[in-house]
């Protein structure tokens, strides 16, 4: 619609915050960025194989049949510490268990401590970083003192001392204890971000409009602060891997009967002066190669999600 110019031409109507044009600036920002993006990642050839390493682990904990038919609890002491062959490419255990096929299904119990954990902090790093820095003062004052008291905690440290404390070895007990200690990384992101959004004209324009915060919040703050924060998901996926294999060396995280990767690291890393060092190398194989896609997946995402970086 156009409206006739003191000299007689048309004139296009500006936008204005009474029209209700300018809120929906984030939206199409927010767009414009994923559609660039997700056209960058495309031509990657990093994240392509960084996602194919990924698509093919969480197929082996989803469906671990597509790849092996053994059964990894299937053991048997004769075959014990037999060395790889035709019909055991990964050789066996030093209980005689199929190698290979625990390498298979040692993935679900790594990838679900990573995966619910990721979810863990993806929800309480979320909301005190978009509390502490939209809101500010006291609000921002409290959050930011428990930040600091929990990031004085050394994380491994603190790991190995609250799992110590609890009777149990479980999966979810360790993604307790991950959670706890790793929220602090995501909510100092989004906070960074949320308080220099906040300041954007369009957010003004719908706090003018009569937006409410909560409006505000979920239509313009977030979808233009979570790309920082989906990149440091990414890579906490890959580091909370690696943590559970590290825990349970240590002697605090997982146990046998559980299949894991971190477990057959520790039931092979006695084994390797022996003459047998596949029953080390293989978990750790498939535990650096799974780490390894999951940070070259958020280095993309980062690198992809940076405006500066173009």
Known sequence: MSESSPGGGAATKTSDPAFGAVPKASSERARSLWSDAWRDLRRDPVFIIASLIVLAVISMVLFPSLW??????????ARARQKPSWDAPFGFSNLGCDYYAQAIYGAGPSIQVAVFATIGIAIIGTLFGVLSGFYGGLVDTVISRLVDVVAGLPFLLGAVVLLALM????????????????????????????MTTKNMDYVAAAR????????????????NAMAPGIVVLTIALGLF???????????????????????????????????????????????????????????????ALDPKLR
């Open 241 to 303: 891997v690696s943590l559970e294999a590290t825990l349970t060396f240590l002697g605090v995280g997982l146990r046998a009967p559980t299949v894991s990767w971190g477990v057959m690291i520790v039931q092979g890393q006695s084994h390797v002066l022996s003459g047998y060092p596949h029953l080390l190398l293989v978990p750790c194989m498939f535990l650096v190669t799974t780490v390894l896609g999951f940070i070259l997946m958020g280095d993309a995402l980062r690198d």
């Open 167 to 194: 009777q149990s070895r479980s999966v979810w007990a360790i993604v307790f204890v991950l959670i706890a200690l790793a929220w602090i990384t995501l909510t100092r992101v989004i906070r960074g971000t949320v």
């Open 68 to 77: 092996t038919s053994g059964d990894p609890r299937d053991c048997d002491l």
């Open 208 to 223: 003018s409009l009569g937006a409410s915060d909560r409006r505000i919040i979920f239509r313009h703050i977030l979808p």
